[in-house]
């Protein structure tokens, strides 16, 4: 009976994928992408995406496309449901003029900028991406369980996959801490771990204590046995290196804006592909009941075509 179940639940969301795909043009693509996100977030994509890294929603009205060509972030692509943008390019403003830096020339530099990047794609209203040069969030996806990749496991009839394993070159800063941020400063520009490392003992088998009176015959000096808690403690005190200085976050706010013209389909490639991508997922795993029934209102409201 639950295989039944199973089965005919799949076959219903595969006849609502086949009418999706039919009337690919008849819907609005950024909406129909951005209500399957949450739904479909363990999908394995990263290796199926061409120049570009997973996107991330800015509010609820924006869809963000890093690009990354060569393991180096290039640009931004952004979403909206009135149109596409690209930016690849950073203004900053200053009372001698405007200088324009390509985002592919943001160096990784000591003092470790955090820059919040401000786009204007139409009106007034702005959005600002958050980039620090090469940071990296200490809980990384090549940590921890391992992933299953584009394998399915079965588990008591049904298909499970957990979230893929990535090194991505672009994560946000936006929600770490200054905390979070101090401590993986200080960790890039000493080249080493954060974690502290146990002074090594020196190994001290005497000490010499010099004793003189105010008056009378001088009292040479007397050698014995330093104890161990004394030995320890001096090898400690030499080994040990002075406490760095808190590293501090340089925020600088710039404007985006575009030096490389693309034309329309290089504009929307990235948005279509990721649809696609997450549609075929959903063909391809089991889903649980829950999850099922979003999707299936998504594809029947958001993603019917017109």
């Known amino acids: 009976m639950i295989l039944k179940t199973k089965a005919l639940r799949s076959l219903k969301l595969f006849a609502l994928l086949i009418s999706f795909r039919v009337g690919a043009e008849g819907f609005n693509t950024f909406d129909c992408l951005r209500d399957m996100m949450p739904l479909t977030a363990h999908g394995i994509y990263q290796k199926l ?30 979403y909206d449901s009135a149109g596409a943008y690209f930016y ?23 003092e470790r900028p955090l820059y919040q990047m401000v786009a204007q794609p139409a009106g007034l209203e702005t959005v600002t991406i958050y980039y620090m040069p090469g940071y990296n969030a200490f ?56 974690a502290s490392v146990g002074a090594k003992p ?33 090898a400690q005190a030499q080994a040990a290196p002075a406490p760095a200085p808190v590293p501090k976050i340089e925020r600088k706010m710039v404007s985006l804006v575009t030096r490389r ?17 997450r549609r075929e997922w959903t063909k391809s795993h089991n889903i649980d009941n829950r999850t099922f029934k979003s999707l299936s209102r998504i594809l029947e409201t958001t993603c019917k075509a017109g």
């Open 49 to 78: 995406r061409k120049n570009v890294e997973k996107p991330f929603m800015v509010g609820t009205k924006y869809i963000v496309f890093p690009e990354v060509i060569s393991r180096k972030l290039s640009g931004f692509y952004v």
């Open 88 to 110: 690849d390019t950073i203004e900053t403003r200053t009372e001698e003029g405007t200088t324009a830096l390509p985002i592919a020339g943001l160096e990784l530099k000591p």
């Open 139 to 194: 809980e990384s996806n090549t940590n921890g369980p391992v992933a299953l990749g584009t394998a399915i496991l079965p588990v008591i009839g049904a298909l499970i996959s957990r979230p893929e394993q990535y090194d991505y070159v672009y994560e946000s800063p936006k929600d770490a801490t200054d905390n979070r941020l101090h401590e993986w400063m200080a960790k890039e520009n000493a080249g080493r771990s954060i």
């Open 202 to 234: 020196i190994p001290v088998d005497t000490a010499t204590i010099h004793a003189v009176k105010p008056r009378g015959p001088t009292i040479h000096a007397v050698r014995r046995p330093a104890s161990v808690t004394q030995s320890q403690t001096q």
């Open 261 to 277: 013209k693309l034309d329309d389909k290089a504009m929307w490639q990235p948005l279509k592909d990721e649809l696609r991508l």
